[in-house]
């Protein structure tokens, strides 16, 4: 049973680029939820996605977007970036109150 | 708004060992608590949920306590080994009955041979 997976696992960007990063939840799993990690810091809640729609959002600006698939799989796409968007980049699965996190991508903007 | 803390500095202790993570928080009453592991360049791993109606739970060599009271959950690992030394966080759900998790910034443990 694959759990979560996440691509690409890293990826460098110039600033005022796009990117789009890709996550297929643990199987079972309809709900996707996505965290930006900083080096040093916890996870920060992005947005959550269950049936196609958006469900929850945190603190993030609308240059961060993203879309959940029939099949649950999920992307999270991230508009003129900013240096300050270097970090890690989790999607977690669940299907109750724990969640199941892939290995992350790695976005590095210069 | 809610705020979890963790000790950030690194907590290093000898092989052996029993090691006591804090996670304090404030502004909020949780329905339950998890502790994660993560290890560098990793997604962290789930290890123990705690609801807020439990005093104690335990996983192996793994022991989470919830004292809604002074809002604080300790996490104990223990007879530790180096191959626990990693990040662990805590966190909890945020208000309204969802699956969105605040997180801390995490404590570092190095178990030392």
């Known amino acids: 049973d694959a759990g979560v997976t996440q691509s690409p696992t890293h990826l460098i960007k110039t600033r005022g680029q796009q990117v789009t990063l890709r996550c297929s939840p643990k199987?079972?799993?309809?709900?996707v939820s996505w965290y930006q990690q900083a080096l040093g810091q916890g996870p920060q809640f992005i947005f959550q996605y269950y049936e196609e729609e958006e469900r929850q959002r945190g603190n993030f600006p609308d240059r961060f977007s993203g879309h959940q698939f029939p099949n649950y799989s999920s992307e999270l796409n991230v508009n003129a970036l900013l240096l300050g968007d270097s970090a890690l980049y989790l999607c977690?699965?669940?299907?109750?109150?724990?969640?199941?996190f892939g290995q992350g991508t790695r976005l590095t903007v210069v | 708004s809610q705020k979890i803390e963790q000790n950030s500095e690194a907590l290093n202790i000898q092989e052996g060992k029993t090691a006591t993570l804090t996670c304090n928080y404030t502004n909020y009453s949780p329905a339950y608590l998890q502790w994660y592991r993560q290890d560098p360049g990793r997604g962290p791993v789930f290890l123990l949920l705690?609801?807020?109606?439990?005093k104690e739970k335990r996983k192996e060599r793994l022991k989470v306590t919830f004292d809604t009271t002074l809002k604080q959950s300790l996490f104990h690992i223990t007879a530790s080994q180096p191959a626990d030394s990693a990040t662990y966080l805590c966190?909890?759900?945020?208000?309204?009955?969802?699956?969105?998790?605040?997180f801390g910034t995490g404590t570092r443990l190095q178990v030392f041979p």
């Open positions: 705690i609801r807020e109606n439990e």
């Open positions: 199987s079972g799993h309809d709900t």
């Open positions: 966190a909890l759900d945020a208000p309204g009955n969802t699956d969105k998790l605040i």
């Open positions: 977690a699965s669940s299907g109750g109150h724990e969640a199941f």
